[in-house]
């Protein structure tokens, strides 16, 4: 099937897809999925492949800032690298680049080194310009943040 927006039946298999991607993502309690599901829908997603969910992504919408940040992406381990997180973050992309001005955000833990390039490849492809916007750093937990724009709109 491939990619198709995030419906609420989903929830217990990104749960446990998200598990699989600790210690870069967490699973979180249904509730916030259902909040995704209902208000995020057109920019949440999930790769299906013969009726079992293989992969996720999750994003939410700033009007104030004009942005979409891309809080979750993950594959199924049994999936391996086969390109269902380009898929996924492409389909993000896609939508952004409808859309006049919005740019997309996403945080990547900096030893998630297989995020990153991902993230770099399909930005490239789909001609969007990169920049870290900001590093986080609490002391236990590090994520850099980088903004996607289209080039179309600069």
Same mark, same amino acid.
């Given at each position: ?49 013969? =009726?079992?969910?293989?992969?996720? %992504? ?9 942005? +979409?940040?891309?809080?979750? %992406? ?11 997180? =380009? =898929?996924?973050?492409?389909? +993000? ?14 945080? +990547?833990?900096?030893?998630? +080194? ?9 930005? !490239? ?8 916007? !900001? ?11 980088? =903004? ?5 709109? !600069?």
């Amino acid at each position: 099937m491939g990619v198709r927006s995030f419906q609420k039946k989903d929830i217990p298999a990104v749960q446990n897809i998200l598990k699989e991607g600790e210690p870069y993502v967490f699973a979180y309690k249904e509730y916030v999925y259902w909040i995704l599901e209902r208000y995020f829908q057109d920019i949440c997603y999930v790769f299906e492949e013969d =009726s079992k969910i293989q992969g996720y %992504i999750g994003a939410v919408y700033s009007a104030e800032k004009n942005v +979409i940040f891309v809080w979750q %992406i993950a594959v199924s381990q049994s999936a391996g690298k086969s390109g269902i997180g =380009s =898929s996924l973050f492409m389909q +993000i992309l896609k939508y952004a680049g409808k859309k006049k001005d919005v740019r997309v955000e996403i945080a +990547i833990n900096p030893e998630n +080194i297989y995020c990153r390039k991902m993230m770099k490849r399909v930005a !490239e492809k789909m001609h969007f310009k990169i920049e870290v916007v !900001e590093k986080y750093d609490d002391g236990i937990f590090q994520e850099d943040v980088y =903004s996607l724009k289209a080039l179309d709109f !600069e």
